[in-house]
Nanobody
Framework: QLQFVESGGGLVQPGGSLRFSCTAS????????IGWFRQAPGTEREGVAGSDHFGRGSYYAAAVKGRFTISKNNAENTVYLQMNARKPEDTGVYFC??????????????????????WGQGTQVTVSS
């Protein structure tokens, strides 16, 4: 069975760091474009970070650039999103996604997200004091 399983999230205070994990089974993340999406309350899901196949290119939404980092550990077949300097506006459900053909290194990842092949179940993070 091909799937992503996410972990991380929760209720956290502003500032500090948090890391999301997304472990794949049934396919190698090394060969896939991978990305993280966020759906804040009352909004559409948007791409916040993405990395193309074999790490050839990367993208960060303006709201998270300089604070979030996407990475993957091929040996563990896991994708990560490191969130630093948490803000209340980072609140939302975070989804990881992967695809064997389509890119995730530009803002277009939000527009074409419906075509991506693999998704995690989503994990909620609430940033609040």
């Amino acid at each position: 069975q091909l799937q992503f399983v996410e972990s991380g999230g929760g209720l956290v205070q502003p500032g500090g760091s948090l890391r999301f994990s997304c472990t794949a089974s049934g396919f190698p993340v090394e060969h896939f474009a991978i990305g993280w999406f966020r759906q804040a309350p009352g909004t559409e899901r948007e791409g916040v970070a993405g990395s193309d196949h074999f790490g050839r290119g990367s993208y960060y939404a303006a709201a998270v650039k300089g604070r979030f980092t996407i990475s993957k550990n091929n040996a563990e077949n896991t994708v990560y999103l490191q969130m630093n300097a948490r803000k209340p506006e980072d609140t939302g459900v975070y989804f990881c996604a992967g695809d064997s053909k389509l890119p995730m290194s530009t803002e277009i990842m939000t527009q074409i997200q419906g075509k991506y092949g693999y998704w995690g179940q989503g994990t909620q993070v609430t940033v609040s004091s």
